[in-house]
């Protein structure tokens, strides 16, 4: 029979009655699996609060003082925009994920989160590894030093496919060679013979490569996962993290709509914009054609101003 | 009409279906008023999670190692003993809390919770002050630099608890003097006339005295709460946050009873020995009658010590 | 002789060799006391770290790959504006404040610092209050729910100064009544008469208001320094932790002069438009009249908007 | 030429005067690669404090009350033995750090320290990877579900070593490959030819194995620091992450030797007695002979009672 650390079955909790705030349309997706990459996933375990849980709190801190003036979507909407982040900290989700490690590497980054991952020194990690599709198989950028350009050639990546493949799953051959037998054999228990003394499960494990998937319970206050879906769910972050960002960001939607749509307004398409842009807008507003250059803004700067207002 | 703001009436919330972990017990606690002290409560506005929860987090992470070996309360003793804490952060609860403003300013050193509490800024603060119960009015102790000794004479007790209520409510007409007209006419907002020019909020507050009550939502998860019902549930706390510690533990208690009971046995009613007393220990164990003094045990340490296991 | 605890007089400590970074600008100012309101200080004690500091740690962060592309100065501006934000983390800062306690409570909401504070349990607190000056004493603002409008008449202020002064005085003369003797008696820990039996210190203290002066240590990057100035330097802030937070923001121009011009130009004077004002500026550079409420600006929004940009 | 973020090279950096407390015995270890494994290192690169700014911290805190009654030495003592932490965060280090990958992600679950680590977006990485010594590859253990056993025979050692050693000479080799050129070539940005046509470097990366070595600036104050050494450096952690606690504990020691010496006596070499411990100790103390299975000790915990008392 099949732990909860393996891969979940959907499989709908069955109900019982609570006193807590809930929200239906969340409720629909506990349990249920949000595929992501080729063996990744989300899955939701469980939330707490909702959007009226932050007009509750924020209430209690503006006091009578924002009684009547403000309806609940409004105030979600001031909040956010003037960045009064503590009620948003007052709403808890909690989802069980499948991700590479070297994107699982990223994510922990984010140090507000709970975590309680897989651990490689007591158990035996499976034969599950990322392998890029062909279609976003980038070369590296010229243009931005981090990031992806075009995609490579069939040929090319077809070549590199197989290098991946080959290496990890060899490794993953090896791993059970180190081990002493096979993964399936140990997780049952089963005895190996003499000849096949394995070493250390902590120590076997460092053959494999970050390409190979781990997995653990993560659990995020609303505040610090919208910063985490701004930061993660943007064009710069690498394609691998953005759609566990974009997963997260379907649930986040599902549980606090009004929050959902303030953060699109005041921070996923909002922008921050320099002293110098600040001058820059006021002076074209006045008709002027400004020397961005001499109000100091870098070339790559004057470069993001003029496609951001369509500027040529 | 009421606000959430105000102290709340005991109202026990529409039930709805959910697919969350829920704890029944905990669930007849919802929207329930624990008094603590004069003015001030505990009430249970939401909580994420169960004892379920823990061993739920805690096996994704030792996987299929623990797997079989240990029954959930077992494991959920083995945690909490090896202090493998991060299981414990995937439960939160969250609560409003009235509470003077000197215990206020203990509690939020907790910095690992979140809060939204009420602002002097915005709005008209409650006449509301804490007056110690003659029982607990305590002399300096001698023993201890920060605690209290014996309880005042009733002479004593009578001067001091006319000073504290007549300096509380004189402070709070003067505050309302200062706003320029009686706090109930300027939470309904009545016009006020000119010879009553009133100052800011946010300075006229500054004549109030810390024993002056506030109020906040305040959440924090369960390993963070333990921490804390450890540290201000302690004999040594002040006796005001110690009643709040009290309320505190008595919704864990509820909650989770497998992890409450681990704490008691493992924290609250444990001991950490240093190395010098772990030595004294074996050498009382041989039948020797070791030299206190010359292990490194200080003259405190020592007396704690043939206290603790009642050595005379 | 003085403890350190009191109010400090300016000495400079002796200096020895070092090879960490230094900030010779800085130097100058360790032991050096900033005076802040009637009676209050910041105090430089102790830093970690320069703009190099940052930079060396950006750069084993973006490797080789960051070489040569850009000057020091360059890579400080360009980690600020994109948010990077770790670097900043690599900078610390120790001071010692003295602080009314109603300030007290809004600057622990930082909860990355790290502080010591005096402790009205263990000690008995000094007879300093904080007296608004009349030129700081402003009326409720009617447009800004929480802030200070004009300043009151002078008839009003010596009214509200009489209150402030007399209820503070006549709150500590019984605060050492409570104590059972004067605070100079028993920090010199001279001997009471019996006719004069004390309570103890944690229940005297809750006497005295938010008004009276704490002090303490308080520890903090870099990074959340300068979240703290860009919150508290901000004109919708209370005055009084302004003036605080004016002095911090003093100190970390001479400590990081490269990191403080990007804070002053990414952060201070920048801002942040949303989805709807870059529809609207995108509208307005193309020489249209775009309707402001169509877009979904709320009327607040419309008036800051055309406020910041000189629209009438 | 070298970069920072290459392996350092030892070198005194010059000197300078400070007025900031100083360690000479610390400032010696600044710029000194302490080696850890076979390619791994800690180097001190900063630090904030000493013995004596605890002591300071904690004086404003506990005030006068604590003047005269105990002597520097003592406090700091008492202060760790009692658990009063926030003195301890007033200390801060820096080092820069290369570790295999499989450690980093053990160091960096240790939330309140701050990283700048080297990014394999950006760079390309070092051809180092972790291989361990035959004198530590030993089997899983059978008593400890995490650990590790008895050394495996030379023979199956060698065959391991080998399979590690060929695994990630080859992911490396591949690594390059889909790079497009040698790793020496793109970092001095040669060009390639067209039949090179490398990927992005975050792809290339994934599939290089766990053992590859990494490299970050890692900044953690002294109470954190404690905590992460009474972990890591404890016999159950994994012998990789052991060696590089250890290496930070020997800075501590040079750093802060009074608080090193308490924290041996009240937290490494100390012990936490559970309830029922301590009614078993003080049963023995009577000279009776205690069930402890009756008292409530889990097999486990009874065989570690009685090694850790000596009874039998």
């Known amino acids: 029979m099949k732990e909860s650390a393996d891969t979940p079955v959907d499989a709908a909790p069955a109900t019982a009655p609570t006193r807590r705030p809930t929200v239906p349309a969340l409720e629909e997706m506990i349990g249920v699996t949000l595929p992501v990459l080729d063996h990744g996933f989300v899955r939701l375990v469980d939330y707490m609060g909702d959007d009226q849980a932050i007009v509750q709190a924020a209430r209690v801190s503006y006091g009578r003082g924002t009684r009547r003036v403000r309806e609940d979507r409004g105030l979600i909407r001031y909040l956010l925009r003037h960045q009064h982040t503590t009620p948003f900290e007052m709403c808890e989700i909690k989802v069980h994920m499948k991700l590479p490690i070297f994107v699982a590497r990223q994510v922990i980054r984010t140090r507000l989160a709970s975590v309680n991952e897989y651990s490689g020194r007591y158990s035996v990690l499976d034969r599950e590894f990322y392998l890029p599709d062909p279609a976003v198989l980038g070369a590296q950028s010229a243009a931005n030093r981090q990031g992806r350009g075009d995609v490579v050639s069939p040929k090319r990546a077809a070549h590199v496919l197989d290098l991946l493949k080959g290496d990890a799953e060899r490794a993953y051959a090896h791993y059970e060679d180190m081990l002493g037998g096979s993964a399936e054999a140990l997780q049952t228990g089963e005895e190996r013979g003499e000849e096949h003394e394995g070493i250390a499960r902590e120590l ?83 008709g002027e054609q400004p020397d961005l250059a001499a109000l100091g803004l870098s070339a790559r700067e004057q470069a993001e101003f003029k496609q951001r207002f369509g500027l040529i």
Do not use: C
């Not at 995020?220 to 972050?237: E, G, K, Q, T, W």
């Open 204 to 286: 076997a494990r460092i053959n494999l490569p970050v390409s190979f998937y781990t997995q653990w319970y993560w659990k995020i206050d609303l505040h610090n996962l919208l910063r985490f879906i701004a930061l993660r769910a943007d064009p710069h972050a690498q394609y691998e993290i953005r759609v566990y960002a974009e997963a997260l960001a379907t649930l986040t939607r599902l549980w606090v709509p009004d929050v959902y749509e303030a953060f699109v307004d005041y921070r996923l398409e909002a922008a921050g914009l320099s002293r110098m842009e600040l001058e820059a807008l006021r002076s074209l507003l006045r």
